[in-house]
C-alpha cells in the first residue's frame, strides 16, 4: 500500500507542543520562551492584526490568482508580479517546485549543514539528494559543489543567510553557480534581518529562483505565507501543478496588510538586528558557548563545555526553548532565535546559571 520512498522516511517526529512542554516543565505556556524556531517574537503591527478581524467573505474561496496579494508583492519586491506566486508557507514552494521539475533518477545539490527541508523532500519526488559539506566557516565549497554537479544535477538549493549558520552568499558565489548553468535555489526567507538580496540577479539569470517567506520578517508563520520568484518558464509548471487555492484569505490579505504598513513592521526587524547583536555579545562572554557571527534572526552555537543535548534540558527545565540537533554535523550545537530584549536578558542569565552548575 505504501510507496517504498515514505516507508523509508523516518518515523513521524511531531515538534514538541507547547502545552505538553508545559505540563513536563512546570511553566505555564504564557511563561515559556520561544526561541526554537526563528519566529519573530513582535508578532504582526496592529494594523496588520486590524486587517485580519474583518470576516466578510470567509464563506467564498480565495481568490485563485492571488492577484493583489502579487500586486502588492511586485512592488515590495520590484519583480514582475507575472513571475511572483504565493504558496502556502515557502515549505510548499519547495515541493512546487520538486513537483515542477523532478523525473525519477534527477539529482538534486544541497550544501550541507542547512535547512533539513532540502534533504528531506526531493527522495518523495523521485530525486536523490548530493550533500556537499560547506568549509570549516560554512562558506560555499564551490569547487565541490561543482564538482557534485553532473548530467542528472535538477537544481541546487543554498539558503542565504543560510539556516542555521547565519551566513550569506556572496553575489560573485552565486554568480559562479548560476554560470554552470544548474538551476539555484536561493531561500532569502531570513533577507530582512541581513538588510541584503541577491534578487537582482534573476533579471540576468533565467536559472534562478528566489525564494522568501513572511513567517519571519513580517512575524506570521501562523497564517503560513511564502513567496517565489520564478524564471517565466518556471512560473508557469508551478501554476499547473500547484493546487488552485493553496493561500487562504487570511493569508492573502495578511501579505496586503503587512506590506502596506512596512515602515511600522521593519521597525520590528531593526530592533531584532540590534537585539542579535547584544545577544552575541552576550553569548561571547560565556565560556559555555562559541556562537557564530549571523545576519539571521538567530544565532547558531558551538556548546563548548558539556553536551548540547544536556544544555537544551537544562535551558528546558527553565523554560526556555532553543533548537538542537541529532544530524552529527551540528549535534554539539544550538540555535537561539532572536527575541525581545527581554528574552535576550532571560536566556543570557540562564545560561549564566547553568555555567556555574557545570563549573
Ligand atoms: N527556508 C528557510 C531557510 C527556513 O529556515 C524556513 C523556516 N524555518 C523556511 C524556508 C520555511 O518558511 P515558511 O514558514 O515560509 O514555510
Redesign the pocket.
Known sequence: LIRQVVRDLPGYQPVDSLEAVARETGHTVHALIKLD??ENLYGPSPRVLEALTRPDDYHLYPDASQQAARQALAGYTGADPDRIIVGN???ELIDLLLLATVEPGDEVIVPVPT?G?YLDRPPLFGATVRVVPRRDDFDLDLDQIEAAIGERTKLVFV?SPN?PTGNLVSAQQLVRLLRTGVLVVL?E??FEFAGRTLLPLSREFENLVV?R?F?KWAGL?GL???YGIFPPALAEAIWRVKQPFNVNTLALRAVEAALADLSVQMQKVIRIRLERGRLFRGLRRLDLLQPYPSRGNFILCRVARGDAHDLHRRLLARGILVRKYDDPLLRQHLRITVGLPEHTDRVLQALREIADEVA
Open positions: 524556531a526563528n508557507g515557502s515549505d535547512f527541508v539558503a539556516n531561500d526567507a531570513y525564494l517567506t513567517s508563520a503560513r505565507i511564502g
